[in-house]
């Protein structure tokens, strides 16, 4: 019983602290509004043009694959570092984790995901 007062602690601490910094940020923001404050900030130049422009969805959908085997590629280096140490499970593992990398990503590739034209 006594891990799961643990586990009842952590889960109501970790609802407690956002809601307690939410509260604390809509109590104490300032609230005076001046046209300045509404403006799109564009790096420090004045701005001009709507705000509103719409881009091309395969800018998303490229960044957000570059993004998920960029993530996936970074487990890739604590293997590598520890590769001396690791028995064959470990290579077995990271050989099936390099297929379903290598799978999604001719998943993209035939999905016309990575073709710009």
Same mark, same amino acid.
Request: charged share 15%.
């Given at each position: 019983?006594?891990?799961?007062?643990?586990?009842?602690?952590?889960?109501?601490?970790?609802?407690?602290?956002?809601?307690?910094?939410?509260?604390?940020?809509?109590?104490?923001?300032?609230?005076?509004?001046?046209?300045?404050?509404?403006?799109?900030?564009?790096?420090?130049?004045?701005?001009?043009?709507?705000?509103?422009?719409?881009?091309?969805?395969?800018?998303?959908?490229?960044?957000? $694959?570059?993004?998920? #085997?960029?993530?996936?590629? @970074?487990?890739?280096?604590?293997? /590598?570092? %520890?590769?001396? &140490?690791?028995? !064959?499970?470990? $290579?077995?593992?990271? #050989?099936?984790?390099?297929? @379903?990398?290598?799978?999604?990503? /001719?998943? %993209?590739?035939? &999905?016309?995901? !990575?073709?710009?034209?």
């Amino acid at each position: 019983m006594e891990e799961f007062a643990k586990f009842g602690f952590m889960a109501a601490l970790g609802f407690i602290v956002p809601t307690i910094a939410i509260v604390l940020s809509r109590i104490l923001q300032p609230r005076i509004s001046t046209s300045s404050k509404v403006q799109t900030y564009e790096c420090g130049i004045k701005p001009f043009g709507n705000a509103w422009i719409q881009f091309n969805i395969r800018y998303y959908i490229y960044a957000l $694959i570059f993004v998920i #085997f960029d993530i996936e590629t @970074i487990f890739l280096y604590p293997w /590598a570092v %520890a590769f001396n &140490k690791l028995g !064959l499970f470990a $290579i077995i593992e990271m #050989f099936i984790f390099l297929f @379903i990398l290598i799978v999604g990503f /001719a998943y %993209a590739w035939k &999905k016309g995901a !990575l073709n710009w034209s």
